[in-house]
């Protein structure tokens, strides 16, 4: 690909996993300005664009506007791994990782400027010498949505069985997150974006019938039914709570899959941000899928001028192209 249009100029020739990608980064770049607000302080919906209204005092307010996070940064690490060595190496990503918050890594500018303390404190155990297996939070308290945000790249990129991508999307949460609960929405959400890839007629349906089956068929007894018992917990959430776009990595899966029922990417990522909370990784989880399912084409022309950092993403959006 070379083009001088940006993000733009990927409309005559992205496909669905570009679409993913380019989908996860808008939403996080939109979400951005309005991270941390409860919903009664957000515009108007209408309003909702990547340059808030007159007035509204943006989150980040020294971040240029179009500027991804540390969502969009470290899905970028996660594929740019993959890309490299041709599978999914845990220690490379895992020193991506520290790259990214050390050396701004991944990030538009070099500039780190948001990072959730479970990440931080995960990343300064293995910059001191854990294993990417044992620095990740594992008490029930250690759910936040920081492995989920950035999990989306193994669906675009992954050709193996879907047991393959189970077990590696649950391996790429380990360095930040690795109780079982986090490792099974991250496992449920690269299912449902395979979901969508393969256009399943019900890709949330499909993805829950199909990582039971996985996990019925997993080997470890102990694990086989620590993941069926949190697969149970994921599909009870929506009975039991209302999605409310917080941190919590439920939460943030189910208020992703509320958004889904808008009809257009524009009106997903709308939804999405107007739970309020952690507005850019419940945008950037929603906006990923509607990205393989609306597709670059279907963003809006706006957006896509406004997203910074294309250099960085040029190169990986080429090895996509290359592949398919």
Known sequence: ????????????????????????????????????????????????????????????????????????????????????????LLTDFADRLVAWLDDGYMAVDGVVFDCGIQTAEALSKLRNGASARE??????????????????????????????????????????????????????????ARGYLRKEADPWSWADQRLEEIYRDWSDERERKGFLAELDALRSFPKTDQPRGTGYVLDTLWSARTAQEEDSFEEVARTAILFGADTDTTAAVACGLAGIKFGVDGMPA???????????????????????
């Not at 193996?160 to 929405?185: I, K, Y």
């Not at 406004?306 to 990986?316: A, C, T, Y």
């Open 1 to 88: 690909m070379n083009n001088n249009d940006g993000y733009l100029g990927l409309r005559p020739c992205a496909d669905a996993r570009v679409g993913g990608l380019i989908g996860l980064l808008v939403g996080d770049a939109l979400g951005v300005a309005f991270e941390f607000k409860t919903p009664n302080l957000l515009p108007q919906r209408e309003l909702i664009d990547m340059t808030p209204p007159p007035g509204f005092r943006r989150s980040h307010a020294g971040v240029p506007v179009g500027t991804w996070s540390d969502d969009g940064a470290q899905a970028l690490c996660l594929l740019a791994s993959v890309q490299a060595h041709g599978r999914f």
């Open 135 to 192: 620095s990740g939070g594992a008490s029930e308290w250690d759910n936040g949505n920081g492995s989920l945000m950035r999990t989306l790249p193994l669906a675009l990129w992954h050709t193996g069985p879907d047991d393959a991508l189970v077990r590696d999307a649950q391996l790429q949460s380990l360095p930040t997150h690795a109780h079982p609960r986090s490792l099974v929405v991250c496992a449920f959400y690269c299912l449902t």
């Open 302 to 324: 706006r957006w896509l001028a406004q997203l910074r950092g294309f250099e960085i993403v040029e190169p990986l959006i080429d090895e996509v192209m290359v592949a398919s």
